[in-house]
């Protein structure tokens, strides 16, 4: 028994790492050279992920916002944020605004949202949303601290929002999202939640412990009210719909990181 004990736990090890790089692969354009699935059923690990994310995002929003302008360094960043990410959570969010602003009974709306053709309705909600990212991106940027700081929450409030929708979620179809969302339970929800408040805790001492809070706080709301209009129009969930909450639960922590941060300048 205590030979098998430290090889459980070496074993429970690797499968944690092995999960957390194809949790990177995921959710990152960084090659880290694993593909599989392994982080669906240790979802909790997109939080960490994000901070690592966040992590590389903040540090890069830190040096614009010293050397440029606010309304260039947001620019700047924007690319950073797309260009570490990639785009498949912002395209979950075109998919999404297609299959909303369709008109008919669910069915419809669902087939509007897997359409691989872009409408209206789905460019209206990514340019909306981008004019929104880049105006709280320049309220950030006039302080260089105050920027690295966001994007480190945003992103880590990005992913815990993911956790939420995946845990409170109901499959509309197969694919790798019901894959999530089957597998995603209230336990890694409460760890997701457990985990972005370790991760903000250097935050206090700094004094941004309070708007890191209510940064999660936002972000899990913002999820509960994305689920509402995800079953509503859809009847449940799928992959775009929780790409959606990504780029939904980023700039909500954003912006409530800022304007606290702008009532006490």
Request: with cysteine; net charge neutral.
């Amino acid at each position: 028994m205590d030979t098998l004990q430290p090889l459980c736990l070496i074993h429970e090890g690797d499968r944690v790492l092995k999960a957390l790089c194809s949790g990177i692969s995921l959710l990152s354009r960084i090659p880290v050279g694993m593909e599989d699935l392994d982080i669906s059923k240790k979802t909790y690990l997109f939080v960490p992920i994000g901070g690592f994310l966040g992590l590389i995002i903040g540090t890069l929003a830190y040096f614009f916002a010293l050397v440029f302008p606010p309304e260039l360094s947001a620019f700047l960043i924007l690319v950073v944020v797309y260009w570490v990410c990639g785009f498949n959570h912002l395209d979950g969010l075109a998919d999404m605004g297609d299959g909303i602003m369709a008109q008919g009974n669910k069915e419809r709306k669902i087939s509007a949202m897997k359409d691989v053709r872009l409408g209206v309705g789905g460019m209206g909600t990514v340019v909306l949303y981008l004019i929104g990212l880049y105006a709280v991106l320049v309220l950030i940027s006039a302080n260089a601290s105050l920027s690295m700081i966001a994007m480190l929450v945003g992103e880590i409030c990005a992913k815990h929002s993911m956790v939420m929708m995946c845990a409170v979620g109901k499959p509309i179809s197969q694919g790798m999202g019901a894959l999530f969302l089957k597998n995603t339970t209230k336990k890694h929800l409460l760890l997701s939640f457990i985990l972005s408040l370790f991760l903000i805790t250097p935050l206090y001492y700094l004094g941004m412990i309070i708007p890191g809070v209510f940064a999660i706080v936002s972000s899990t709301l913002g999820s509960i009210f994305l689920l509402y209009i995800a079953e509503k129009n859809f009847g449940g969930v799928n992959g775009d719909i929780i790409g959606a909450s990504n780029e939904i639960g980023r700039i909500l922590a954003l912006i409530v990181i800022g304007g606290i941060a702008c009532m006490h300048l």
